[in-house]
Nanobody
Framework: QVQLVESGGGLVQPGGSLKLSCAASGTIFRINDMGWYRQAPGKQRELVAGITRSGITNYADSVKGRFTISRDNAKNTLYLQMNSLKPEDTAVYYC???????????????WGKGTLVTVSS
């Protein structure tokens, strides 16, 4: 089994910054693509940013230039640095990882339980 645990959410004022982390643990041979998604109240879950194992990134237009995704493959950890936060960034942020549990396994999709980010004055 693979577990993803997010941390770093909280309440921040508009214009402020937060850094989210997602630690993966369990039976892991290799983690391939990873990503951050978010879901605001009454809205569908959306991709915020993604990163391949080699470090190629992609971002939603709404966060380009403000958010930075990164990962530490040695620590099986994913990060999201969020700067210049806006009230519309308020959402539950979820970590996603495509994991190969063993050398003989196929990839499987895993999700964390989410961490709440609230941007408000």
């Amino acid at each position: 089994q693979v577990q993803l645990v997010e941390s770093g959410g909280g309440l921040v004022q508009p214009g402020g910054s937060l850094k989210l982390s997602c630690a993966a643990s369990g039976t892991i041979f290799r983690i391939n693509d990873m990503g951050w998604y978010r879901q605001a109240p009454g809205k569908q879950r959306e991709l915020v940013a993604g990163i391949t194992r080699s470090g190629i990134t992609n971002y939603a237009d709404s966060v380009k230039g403000r958010f930075t995704i990164s990962r530490d493959n040695a620590k099986n950890t994913l990060y999201l640095q969020m700067n210049s936060l806006k009230p519309e960034d308020t959402a539950v942020y979820y970590c996603n990882a495509v994991v190969m549990p063993t050398f003989y396994s196929s990839d499987a999709d895993y999700w964390g339980k989410g961490t709440l980010v609230t941007v408000s004055s």
